[in-house]
């Protein structure tokens, strides 16, 4: 009887040790699986050109997604800009920017607008849902490459006009030169009196 007494309480405590052992690895195995679940797609504003001259930014856009690439509703996501340098600002002259993604996923970086500093810097897109979590970088630049080329274009139309009115000058130089209708005819020459000294003939009177 002692010994079947000790090892009932043996395979007790062996099932009881099974059962702390195996419950944790389970969690863990389903707490990894689900960290990886989030990913985040940037729809529109990465590899953007801001025109700072404006103040006109590419608003970004993302679409937060599950492991079956099916979109994430509700999920928060938080826009971050650089504190110093390029950059800019968001409403509010806020570095950052907490929104939600709609119905389809998707959640818009509003009110963003560039400083005045020219270069490139990255905004981080940090997206948060029920304990998941994804992170994501879009790049931008800041940059006066917009406004020179409209005062380019401008240019560009003058100088064409300058370039006709040359042109038709230079037309006119070229048929002047070249004898053309308006040009006035050379003078005719003038004709000259030859007188030749001819032989007396001498005769009888008539």
Known sequence: MTIDFHSTRLSRIL??????LIV??????????????LRIVILEGDGAINNIRQRTAREPIVQVEDE???PVAGAMVLFTLP???P???FPNG???LVTYTDPKGQAKAKGLKPNSI????QIVVNVTSQGMKASAVIGQTNALAAAAAAAGGISAKLIAIIA???GAAAAGIVAATSGGGNSPAPPAPVPTATLTAGTPAVGGPN
């Open 118 to 121: 020219a270069g490139s810097y």
């Open 83 to 85: 504190d110093s340098g």
């Open 87 to 89: 950059g800019g600002v």
């Open 15 to 20: 099932a009881a040790c099974l059962s702390v």
């Open 24 to 37: 944790p690895g389970v969690s863990v195995a389903q707490e990894n699986s689900v960290g990886s679940q």
């Open 68 to 70: 079956n690439r099916k």
């Open 164 to 166: 006709i009115a040359g």
């Open 94 to 96: 806020s570095k950052t």
